[in-house]
């Protein structure tokens, strides 16, 4: 069973910046994993997506800001955030998934996040707190 632990949230001021976990029970390379956020009463939105190839993609509003990256070694993702702003407060999710899939690869390759129904696999979360 593939069980994904993340950490590293908390509460910080406006322009401060956070590194998010992820440790995942399985071997990291060979997955393909994402990580999401969700604010009260919006939708799950996908931040950023990494492909076992290194590929990343990103949402448009996260670009710049956001970092997504993989130690295999440790098989923990990772997402650094920095110029945090109050709109970045949710709950943020790491995902996974081990199929293939052609449209959620040309979608990373193409810059992008693909849409949650691609991944299988989800953590409890790890709550961002931004105040302004």
């Known amino acids: 069973q593939v069980q994904l632990v993340e950490s590293g949230g908390g509460s910080v001021q406006a322009g401060g910046s956070l590194r998010l976990s992820c440790v995942a029970s399985?071997?990291?390379?060979?997955?393909?994993m994402a990580w999401f956020r969700q604010a009260p009463g919006n939708e799950r939105e996908g931040v950023a997506a990494?492909?076992?190839?290194?590929?990343?993609g990103y949402s448009d509003s996260m670009k710049g800001r956001f970092t997504i990256s993989k130690d295999n070694a440790k098989n923990t993702l990772y997402l650094q955030i920095n110029s945090l702003k109050p709109e970045d407060t949710a709950m943020y999710y790491c995902?996974?998934?081990?199929?293939?899939?052609?449209?959620?690869?040309?979608?990373?390759?193409?810059?992008?996040?693909?849409?949650?129904?691609?991944?299988?696999?989800w953590g409890q979360g790890t709550q961002v707190t931004v105040s302004s």
């Open positions: 995902a996974a998934v081990n199929s293939y899939s052609s449209a959620r690869r040309r979608q990373v390759a193409a810059g992008q996040v693909p849409h949650r129904s691609f991944y299988d696999y």
């Open positions: 399985v071997y990291t390379t060979m997955y393909q």
């Open positions: 990494i492909e076992t190839d290194g590929s990343t």
